[in-house]
C-alpha cells in the first residue's frame, strides 16, 4: 500500500514537473520556434529574441507572415508608439490568418499576445509552423512523378511519420521522440535523402548519441540545406517534445543534395580485425608485434595501416599477405619502441574500417634497461654507472628493479662489474655495485623504488558520479587506497574518444585518499584509466559519458 502511494506521488510530481513554465521542454520548445522565426526573417529587418516580449507591437507578425505568404500588408502602423496602434497591428494578423489562410485560431487574442502569455503565443507560433512548414508539402516517388502517400484521413504528424519510415526503411522508427535519442535515425534519415552523405551510421556506437547527432545534422546543414532550428542536445535529451521534432524534420521531404557534396561508400563491415598487436597485455615495448586483418578472398580493396605514437611519429609498419581458398589475411607489424597512447589507423581502400581508429595505451609500459656498453671510464662509475642506470637515476619511476639485474664486462678497460638488488623493509631497493677487479674503484650504492609483486589494486577503490557520468566542465572524484598494502604511484589518465581532457589533477588529501579533478570542454564517450603501481584497480578502466549540461542558447 505504501510503494502504491509512493508511486502516485512520485507520478503527481513527474506531472507538475513538466507542466512548469521552466520544464525542459518548454525550454526546447520555445527556442526551437524562436529559431523558426528567425529563419524565415532572414530577408527582413526583423529578428526574435523573445517570443513573450518582441511580438507585442504586431510589426514581427506582420513581417514574418509576409515572408511566409508571399502577401504584403497594404496598412498597418510601422511605428506604433501607442498601445492602440499596437494592439490594431496584431489584431489586423489575426484577421489575415482567419479570412485570408482560414486558420481557426482557437483562445487567443490581440490582448494575449500583447501582454506576452508563453503558452498561447507558443500555440499561435506551432499553428503558423503547421500551416506553412510541416503540411506544405507533397511527397514524392524518387523520380518526383507521383505522391507516395498523401492520404488525407492522416494528420500531419502520422503523414511525417510515414513519410521517414519509407525513407529509412529497414530501420524501424515509431516515434518522433525517443526513436532519435541516440542520434543514429537522423543519421539514417539523412543518408536516406542522400545516400552516401552519411553512410556509417548503423556503425555508430548508441551510447555516443550527441556525436552521432552533431555529424548528421551538421551533414544536413552544409550539404542539404536543413538549419538546425533543432540542437543536436535537443534531439538527444529525453525530454524533447514531438512538436520540437516535427519542426526541424518537416523540412527534410523539401530538402536537396547540394553540388560537391561529400558522397562516399560506407565503411567496411565483412573485416575481422584480431590479434596482440591491439593489445597492451599482450605488448613489450622493444619487441616486434603483429596483427591480422581478414578478409574474403574477393575482396578487392587495398587494406593499409598507419601507425602513430605517443609523440605523434609515425613508426614504421611491415606487411604480410596470406592467401587461402576463402580468406585473405593481411599480417601487420610493428615494434613500439617508447611508452605513449598509439593510434592504429585501418583503411579499407579510401576508407577507415568501422572501429578505426585502434587505441592501444602504452603509456604505463616500461622500457627493458639493457645496458651493453659503458660509456665512461671505470674510475667514473660512482657517479654514473652506464648510460641507462643514469637515465633510470633522474626518472626512478620509469623501471622496476626486477629489470636490474646486471653482470657487465668492459673489455676495453678490463673491467668486470656486477651488481646486486638489495631490498629494505621500507620498499626501497638498493642497487650495489659488489665487485670489480679495479682496486681503486669505490663500492656505489644507488637507492630507488620498486613495486612488490603482491597486486593490491583491488584494494584501491575510486568514488563519486565522474568515474561513469559526467559534464563539460570540471568533475571531481576520489581515489581511496586507504587499505591498499602498499604504497605505489598512482596513475590516472582521460581521453576522449574525439577530443582530449583538457586538464587533470590528482592531489593527496592524507591517509593514501586521493582527489581528482578532470576538464572536458565536449561531450560524448572518454575513457578514464586508474592504476595503483602496474595494476588497474577495480572498475578500471572506465567508461564515462560525458553530456553538455548548460542552458541550451536561443542562438
Request: net charge negative.
Amino acid at each position: 500500500m505504501e510503494d502504491q502511494k509512493e508511486a502516485k506521488t512520485k507520478a503527481l510530481q513527474a506531472a507538475e514537473d513538466s507542466l512548469a513554465d521552466d520544464a525542459v521542454w518548454k525550454t526546447i520548445q520555445k527556442n526551437t520556434f524562436t529559431r523558426w522565426c528567425n529563419e524565415h526573417l532572414k530577408k527582413t529587418p526583423r529578428s526574435v529574441d523573445d517570443l513573450d516580449k518582441d511580438l507585442g507591437d504586431g510589426l514581427v507578425l506582420i513581417s514574418l507572415l509576409e515572408a511566409l505568404s508571399g502577401e504584403k500588408f497594404p496598412k498597418y502602423h510601422k511605428k506604433p508608439g501607442f498601445q492602440q496602434m499596437k494592439l490594431e497591428n496584431i489584431s489586423t494578423v489575426l484577421r489575415f490568418l482567419i479570412d485570408h489562410e482560414h486558420l481557426k485560431l482557437v483562445n487567443i487574442g490581440t490582448m494575449d499576445i500583447a501582454n506576452g502569455k508563453s503558452k498561447l503565443i507558443l500555440g499561435l507560433i506551432w499553428t503558423l509552423i503547421l500551416h506553412y512548414s510541416v503540411s506544405n508539402w507533397t511527397a514524392k516517388d524518387e523520380d518526383g512523378s507521383s505522391p507516395i502517400d498523401n492520404d488525407s484521413s492522416l494528420t500531419p504528424k502520422q503523414r511525417l511519420l510515414r513519410w521517414i519510415q519509407d525513407k529509412v526503411a529497414p530501420k524501424k522508427i515509431d516515434n518522433l521522440t525517443t526513436d532519435w535519442n541516440d542520434g543514429r535515425s537522423i543519421g539514417a534519415l539523412v543518408d536516406a535523402v542522400a545516400p552516401g552523405l552519411c553512410p556509417d551510421w548503423e556503425l555508430w556506437d548508441p551510447e555516443d548519441d550527441l556525436r552521432n547527432a552533431k555529424e548528421a545534422m551538421q551533414l544536413a546543414e552544409d550539404w542539404l540545406n536543413v538549419p538546425q532550428l533543432l540542437r543536436p542536445e535537443d534531439m538527444t535529451n529525453p525530454n524533447v517534445d514531438d512538436l520540437s521534432m516535427m519542426t526541424y524534420l518537416s523540412q527534410y521531404p523539401k530538402c536537396s543534395v547540394k553540388e560537391g557534396a561529400p558522397i562516399r561508400p560506407p565503411k567496411s563491415k565483412d573485416l575481422k580485425i584480431y590479434g596482440p598487436g591491439l593489445d597492451e597485455e599482450e605488448i613489450e615495448l622493444g619487441k616486434p608485434v603483429k596483427f591480422t586483418v581478414e578478409a574474403p578472398i574477393n575482396h578487392d580493396e587495398d587494406i593499409s595501416v598507419d601507425i602513430v605514437d605517443g609523440n605523434g611519429d609515425e613508426i614504421e609498419v611491415e606487411t604480410l599477405i596470406e592467401s587461402s581458398k576463402d580468406k585473405k589475411k593481411v599480417n601487420f607489424s610493428y615494434v613500439p619502441e617508447e611508452p605513449g597512447i598509439y593510434s592504429v589507423r585501418v583503411r579499407d581502400g579510401d576508407n577507415e574500417v568501422k572501429q578505426s581508429p585502434y587505441c592501444v595505451d602504452l603509456s604505463n609500459h616500461k622500457k627493458n634497461i639493457i645496458a651493453e656498453e659503458p660509456i665512461i671510464a671505470p674510475s667514473q662509475v660512482n657517479r654514473n654507472q652506464f648510460a641507462d642506470i643514469g637515465d633510470l637515476l633522474k626518472d626512478p619511476d620509469m623501471v622496476y628493479a626486477s629489470d636490474l639485474n646486471m653482470e657487465k664486462e668492459d673489455e676495453e678497460f678490463n673491467v668486470i662489474t656486477k651488481f646486486n638488488i638489495l631490498p629494505d623493509e621500507d620498499n626501497v631497493y638498493q642497487l650495489e655495485h659488489v665487485e670489480t677487479i679495479k682496486p681503486d674503484i669505490q663500492q656505489t650504492t644507488f637507492f630507488f623504488p620498486c613495486e612488490p609483486d603482491d597486486n593490491d589494486s583491488e584494494a584501491v577503490e575510486c568514488i563519486g558520479d565522474s568515474v561513469s557520468e559526467g559534464v563539460v566542465g570540471r568533475n571531481t572524484f576520489s581515489v581511496d587506497a586507504s587499505r591498499a598494502a602498499y604504497h605505489r604511484p598512482l596513475i590516472v589518465g582521460v581521453k576522449g574518444a574525439n577530443s582530449p581532457c583538457e586538464e587533470l589533477r590528482v592531489k593527496h588529501t592524507g591517509g593514501n585518499i586521493y582527489s581528482v579533478d578532470y576538464d572536458v570542454t565536449e561531450s560524448g564517450k572518454y575513457c578514464l584509466i586508474v592504476k595503483w603501481g602496474k595494476q588497474h584497480v577495480r572498475g578500471s578502466p572506465f567508461k564515462i559519458r560525458v553530456r553538455d549540461t548548460r542552458t541550451t542558447g536561443l542562438f
